[in-house]
């Protein structure tokens, strides 16, 4: 199995970025693609990173191809692993083996599936309509642990492509959750296998059923307003400043001009 360690310290270099690059691009543009789509992608995650460091590119061997393209299987693991943490403390499955509890986690995953109501802020019931569109805080929460864990994280170095958030990303998220409510559906918790060919249909249609929130909600821009929100809060989840403090204006050649007309005064000369 090729490794980034097999090459020499510039290659190294230029694998890591590639690694990343490509990582983003499976987050914001695509998360399951097939077969032609993800060759484009590693293809460009190694071209891009060339242009980043203005360096004449190299051929993609292909080993350097695999070692880029297994951070498609280590992207979905990774979403699949810290997502199922977040599923049971925010939906309320219970880990115990009585019947009771069993039939009500299958209940919960029921009820939690139909009609995707797991992405309301809050279930409704037989008089009640669900509440909150996209806005179950598990959304952010995972947008968080996965792109904006801290200020050297995706979300962050790859703004360009996170800022708002694409989406792409959200659909993947979607996905992500829906995968680890699948497991609470049978009498027994299972681990059921995060592959593309399964997975890939459900990703899409969140994909659409995002798409048409936008259209259908323009009039108050309510997509836009989430995508942009789901970023922002990343950044401050990374402990990134704000943009608006980060543009505060340096000291004006007016204070200058002052602090020297104070002093021609007299008024700034040191105790004695």
């Known amino acids: 199995r090729p490794r980034a360690s097999d090459y020499n310290e510039i290659e190294q270099e230029m694998i890591v970025l590639a690694n990343w690059l490509y990582r983003c691009l499976l987050s914001t543009q695509n998360g399951f693609p097939d077969m032609v789509h993800d060759i484009k992608s590693v293809r460009k995650a190694w071209r891009d990173t060339f242009e980043i460091k203005s360096l004449n590119p190299i051929p993609l061997t292909p080993s350097i191809f695999r070692i880029i393209r297994s951070r498609n299987s280590q992207l979905h693991g990774e979403a699949k692993t810290k997502i199922a943490l977040l599923v049971p403390p925010i939906y309320g499955f219970r880990s115990r083996h009585s019947r009771k509890i069993i039939v009500a986690n299958r209940n919960l995953a029921e009820a939690l599936k139909y009609q995707k109501a797991f992405?309301?802020?809050?279930?409704?019931?037989?008089?009640?309509?669900?509440?909150?569109?996209?806005?179950?805080?598990?959304?952010?929460?995972?947008?968080?642990?996965?792109?904006?864990?801290?200020?050297?994280?995706?979300?962050?170095?790859?703004?360009?492509?996170?800022?708002?958030?694409?989406?792409?990303?959200?659909?993947?998220?979607?996905?992500?959750?829906?995968?680890?409510?699948?497991?609470?559906?049978?009498?027994?918790?299972?681990?059921?296998?995060?592959?593309?060919?399964?997975?890939?249909?459900?990703?899409?249609?969140?994909?659409?059923?995002?798409?048409?929130?936008?259209?259908?909600?323009?009039?108050?821009?309510?997509?836009?307003?989430?995508?942009?929100?789901?970023?922002?809060?990343?950044?401050?989840?990374?402990?990134?400043?704000?943009?608006?403090?980060?543009?505060?204006?340096?000291?004006?050649h007016s204070a200058f001009k002052a602090a020297l007309e104070e002093d021609e005064e007299g008024d700034g000369d040191e105790e004695e």
């Open 119 to 252: 992405v309301y802020k809050a279930l409704g019931n037989e008089t009640t309509p669900n509440r909150g569109l996209y806005q179950n805080p598990i959304i952010q929460e995972a947008v968080n642990i996965l792109w904006f864990q801290n200020k050297h994280d995706e979300g962050i170095e790859f703004s360009g492509m996170f800022d708002p958030v694409p989406i792409e990303a959200i659909a993947f998220v979607l996905m992500a959750v829906e995968a680890a409510i699948d497991k609470w559906s049978t009498r027994i918790k299972i681990d059921i296998p995060f592959k593309a060919d399964d997975y890939r249909e459900t990703y899409r249609a969140h994909c659409r059923s995002l798409h048409e929130y936008g259209i259908y909600t323009h009039k108050n821009n309510l997509l836009d307003k989430m995508c942009q929100k789901l970023y922002d809060n990343g950044q401050d989840h990374a402990g990134v400043p704000p943009r608006n403090i980060e543009c505060l204006p340096a000291i004006p």
